[in-house]
């Protein structure tokens, strides 16, 4: 997941705080500049350490709120310049000037964004519901700046470079989906709902948080836990430990429905309490549920849309999207549902069958798929994950599987650094070089998962490349495993190594931003390309060569027996209905809640999601979506609002391309340098579409997608 933050292009309020001020003209407004109460904050200058990354030993709690006031009254008085600027509009004085204004506000936000995501604290979170509106109001006042708008319309793409051009028609798209076009009555109407929503989105994840901290489930007898390893029950010891329940056992809950320990828990009782446990944890009644924070969140997106224009939301929200529209997204996710809840009933029988030879005396439940799956699997491929997990030693995957591939592919090398400041002391640290040798970008890395974290794996950064402001990518990794006990090595599923190598994608995609201007840098694209890099990515893990080389045995450093390899690449379409089936009902879930047309149809929150998966045939009970309404992250809090299907729509995109390379060589410089010159270095410069065509030479095809995951031919 690429994490979506509010960092860019921010517009102004006027705060009251310590500063002076800086006359620039006689036709200017001031521009405020530190004073000597602020000199020991960090955001207020450049940090000095390598390629501005944060001095995380500097940043503390209370540096937060005066940068935030600071850099909203200095960017609010850069932007009025910007617009009221009596010269005529110019590229230069218009939108090179935005690109380099809020310098301080995007220093601070972008610190405290990662920071309320990955290392969280109840100042951090009462600081987030406090700005959110604020800062929603201030994009808004850039946005719906009518002088502004009037500048950019005046600029003409004369004489201007293509990404110049390309720039400038992404301002002048931006500003009109924002409603710079909007009367003035109707703009005061979006700047109260932009702010409305802002705080509910807020709330919302500051509310999932602490319910899924809550949500975790205590055990008292280890007998309970049947099925695990020692390691993961000491584990469960010490976490509950930990929470103050010392010779208990805690099972934490993970972000998505299903719980990875599902698979092992041979204790049927175990599995149904911690699959409730999740499938519940946001609607309890308590001051953690979520639904009526998303029924309010649903009902202001609509009015927004109808204020924009828009029949829906999502008619909205896809404007500046490689789908374009809700029908084409919903078109191509009902390719894939049908051959998916078809292959998810083969899979449910098998199943259910292996359950009746057992005299399991029961029907297949939710939180028995996993536990009896893996027992498909292991019956019909001789493949058990306990196998397995010994050779996926997590820095070995890491350093050997991920970095060799992308050592292979593009020629990079990592170096870890211990020298830089972090956020937490999981975090590790790699300055990461090209095949030149020149240093190209800092990666940070936060394995583990934590009460202050949330939930999910996502890549975001702390800087973004751009030639225009001399900076080099600044990037992060955040995942949700399990930290083992004390002495023992943390051994993860081979879907736990695939999303190493998914996040890396981003991160990579990112490290290889060659952009002049920050707003088309690196992953600055559209959501339903934003995955195609990522996943990718993925494919590696099971390159002969990349595989042979990092799953080694902790324990003897054998490399995986071909044995073993040959059973995991027979297994690799088993359970795919399952996996497609949690997926793509969870991106139609997300589109019907954002492609109402009126608020009649906004039902209660648990309603209209059996309603959705029964209008699109996701009758399969046993098959759950992968996010459940109440913590449906990715679109109430994430970003990914009508937005969940990109993943299908880039993996679309990721197949058809994966299949190109496999055709062209493979592992090949050759073919890492293709890749890397015509998506990965070209941010959003260029037509997406025409970028895909120039790396394999035609238009997109499901059919790879469908092949991939074994349900066609």
């Known amino acids: 997941m690429k994490k979506i933050t509010a960092v860019m292009l921010l517009s102004a309020l006027a705060f009251n705080q310590s500063c002076t001020t800086m006359k620039i003209t006689d036709t200017?407004?001031?521009?405020?500049?530190?004073?000597?109460?602020?000199?020991?904050?960090?955001?207020?200058?450049?940090?000095?350490?390598?390629?501005?990354?944060?001095?995380?030993?500097?940043i503390k709690n209370e540096h937060f709120k005066p940068a935030f006031d600071f850099g909203l009254r200095q960017h609010d008085a850069e932007i009025l310049n910007i617009a009221d600027n009596p010269a005529a509009p110019t590229f230069e004085n218009t939108i090179v000037a935005l690109e380099k204004s809020g310098e301080v506000l995007k220093r601070a936000m972008t610190v405290f964004s990662n920071l309320t995501s990955a290392n969280t604290n109840p100042t951090l979170q009462a600081l987030d519901e406090e700005y959110a509106p604020v800062f929603a109001a201030h994009s808004d006042t850039m946005y719906l700046n009518e002088n502004l708008y009037k500048r950019i319309k005046a600029i003409t793409e004369t004489g201007l470079d293509s990404e110049s051009k390309r720039l400038l028609q992404y301002y002048k798209q931006n500003f009109e989906i924002a409603g710079a076009n909007l009367s003035s009555a109707d703009k005061e109407k979006l700047k109260q709902i932009n702010q409305e929503l802002a705080s509910l989105s807020t709330q919302y994840s500051n509310k999932l948080l602490e319910a899924r901290k809550q949500g975790g489930v205590f055990f008292t007898d280890a007998k309970e836990l049947d099925g695990l390893s020692a390691d993961e029950i000491a584990a469960a010891a010490s976490d509950a430990k930990n929470a103050g329940k010392d010779g208990q056992y805690l099972l934490a809950l993970q972000n998505t429905t299903q719980q990875p320990l599902l698979q092992n828990l041979k204790n049927r009782a175990t599995r149904e309490k911690l699959f409730k446990?999740?499938?519940?944890?946001?609607?309890?009644?308590?001051?953690?549920?979520?639904?009526?924070?998303?029924?309010?969140?649903?009902?202001?997106?609509?009015?927004?849309?109808?204020?924009?224009g828009k029949k829906s939301f999502a008619e909205w929200k896809l404007q500046d999207q490689m789908?374009?529209?809700?029908?084409?997204?919903?078109?191509?996710?009902?390719?894939?549902?049908?051959?998916?809840?078809?292959?998810?009933k083969r899979e449910a029988k098998d199943i259910q069958d292996l359950i009746d030879q057992q005299k399991g005396g029961f029907k297949v439940e939710p939180w028995d798929w996993n536990f009896y799956a893996e027992q498909v699997r292991k019956a019909k491929f001789d493949l058990d994950e306990n196998q397995i997990k010994p050779y996926f030693e997590i820095t070995t995957v890491l350093e050997k599987g991920?970095?060799?591939?992308?050592?292979?592919?593009?020629?990079?090398?990592?170096?870890?650094?211990?020298?830089?400041?972090?956020?937490?002391?999981?975090?590790?640290?790699?300055?990461?070089?090209?095949?030149?040798?020149?240093?190209?970008?800092?990666?940070?890395?936060?394995?583990?998962?934590?009460?202050?974290?949330?939930?999910?794996?996502?890549?975001?950064?702390?800087?973004?490349?751009?030639?225009?402001?001399?900076?080099?990518?600044?990037?992060?990794?955040?995942?949700?495993?399990?930290?083992?006990?004390?002495?023992?090595?943390?051994?993860?599923?081979?879907?736990?190594?695939?999303?190493?190598?998914?996040e890396f994608g981003h991160s990579i995609h990112g490290m290889f931003a060659s952009q002049k201007?920050?707003?088309?840098?690196?992953?600055?694209?559209?959501?339903?390309?934003?995955?195609?890099?990522?996943?990718?990515?993925?494919?590696?893990?099971?390159?002969?060569?990349?595989?042979?080389?990092?799953?080694l045995h902790y324990e003897t450093?054998?490399?995986?027996?071909?044995?073993?390899?040959?059973k995991i690449k027979k297994a690799a379409t088993f359970n795919q209905g399952y996996m497609t089936t949690e997926l793509v009902s969870a991106a139609e879930l997300d589109m019907d809640w954002h492609t109402v047309t009126n608020t009649s149809q906004l039902v209660p929150v648990l309603d209209f999601e059996k309603q959705s998966l029964a209008k699109h045939g996701?009758?399969?009970?046993?098959?759950?979506?992968?996010?459940?309404?109440?913590?449906?992250?990715?679109?109430w809090g994430g970003g990914y609002s009508a937005g969940y299907y990109a993943y299908l729509w880039?993996?679309?995109?990721?197949?058809?391309?994966?299949?190109?390379?496999?055709?062209?060589?493979?592992?090949?410089?050759?073919?890492?340098?293709?890749?890397?010159?015509?998506?990965?270095?070209?941010?959003?410069?260029?037509?997406?579409?025409?970028?895909?065509?120039?790396f394999t030479g035609h238009d997109p095809d499901i059919k790879p997608l469908l092949r991939n995951r074994g349900f066609i031919k």
């Open 277 to 308: 446990a999740s499938w519940t944890r946001a609607e309890k009644g308590d001051a953690n549920d979520t639904r009526e924070t998303i029924e309010k969140l649903a009902a202001l997106r609509l009015r927004k849309a109808q204020v924009l």
């Open 557 to 566: 450093k054998q490399p995986i027996p071909q044995s073993l390899v040959d």
């Open 618 to 635: 996701f009758t399969l009970a046993t098959v759950p979506p992968r996010y459940h309404t109440p913590y449906f992250a990715h679109i």
């Open 402 to 502: 991920v970095f060799f591939a992308a050592e292979k592919f593009y020629g990079l090398t990592f170096k870890k650094r211990t020298d830089l400041p972090v956020y937490h002391p999981d975090v590790v640290t790699y300055e990461v070089f090209d095949h030149d040798g020149k240093s190209i970008a800092i990666y940070y890395l936060d394995f583990y998962t934590r009460d202050s974290k949330n939930g999910g794996a996502w890549m975001s950064n702390f800087v973004e490349q751009s030639y225009l402001l001399g900076t080099k990518p600044v990037i992060v990794n955040c995942y949700n495993y399990q930290k083992p006990a004390p002495g023992k090595p943390s051994l993860i599923s081979y879907d736990d190594v695939s999303t190493i190598f998914h």
């Open 517 to 551: 201007y920050p707003s088309l840098s690196g992953t600055n694209v559209p959501r339903d390309f934003v995955e195609f890099p990522s996943q990718i990515n993925e494919h590696w893990a099971l390159d002969p060569v990349v595989l042979k080389n990092y799953a």
């Open 28 to 58: 200017q407004k001031e521009v405020p500049v530190p004073d000597a109460s602020l000199a020991s904050n960090p955001f207020m200058k450049k940090s000095s350490l390598q390629y501005e990354a944060p001095e995380f030993n500097k």
């Open 323 to 344: 789908a374009k529209t809700p029908e084409a997204a919903t078109q191509l996710m009902n390719q894939i549902a049908t051959p998916a809840v078809e292959t998810a």
């Open 650 to 694: 880039s993996e679309t995109l990721d197949n058809d391309a994966w299949e190109w390379i496999s055709s062209h060589g493979g592992l090949t410089r050759e073919n890492g340098d293709r890749f890397r010159k015509y998506i990965l270095s070209v941010g959003n410069s260029v037509d997406l579409n025409q970028a895909f065509r120039d």
